[in-house]
């Protein structure tokens, strides 16, 4: 399986923006979705975004707009700029990849660490 690297969170603003990365081992692209998830504390592991090797995305309602999944093939490296962000993005977000369309946990095959993102009010 291949390895998954996090970086990019932090704390913020409300209004602001983050940038994540999430650095693959190994080239997965071709074969697989990538994507990222987050869990806030007392709730679920929820779907965020999802991209295949076609170049499709897929995002959640909420994030729509607000979010843009992106990739660099050369680096196997994918990326995850948010804007505007609210206090209800606060959360850890986790890399994936996966079977597209990755919007539900038994679709992933390998998870990141996590990233801290905090969005304050």
């Known amino acids: 399986q291949a390895q998954l690297v996090e970086s990019g969170g932090g704390l913020v603003q409300a209004g602001g923006s983050l940038r994540l990365s999430c650095a693959a081992s190994e080239g997965i692209y071709g074969r697989y979705a990538m994507g990222w998830f987050r869990q806030s504390p007392g709730k679920e592991r929820e779907f965020v975004v999802a991209?295949?090797?076609?170049?499709?995305?897929y995002y959640r309602d909420s994030v729509k707009g607000r979010f843009t999944i992106s990739r660099d093939n050369e680096k196997n490296t994918v990326y995850l700029q948010m804007n505007n962000l609210k206090p209800e993005d606060t959360a850890i977000y986790s890399c994936?990849?996966?079977?597209?369309?990755?919007?539900?946990?038994?679709?992933?095959?390998?998870w990141g660490q996590g990233t801290q993102v905090t969005v304050s009010s």
């Open positions: 991209s295949n090797w076609s170049g499709r995305t």
């Open positions: 994936v990849y996966g079977v597209w369309p990755l919007t539900r946990t038994t679709m992933v095959n390998s």
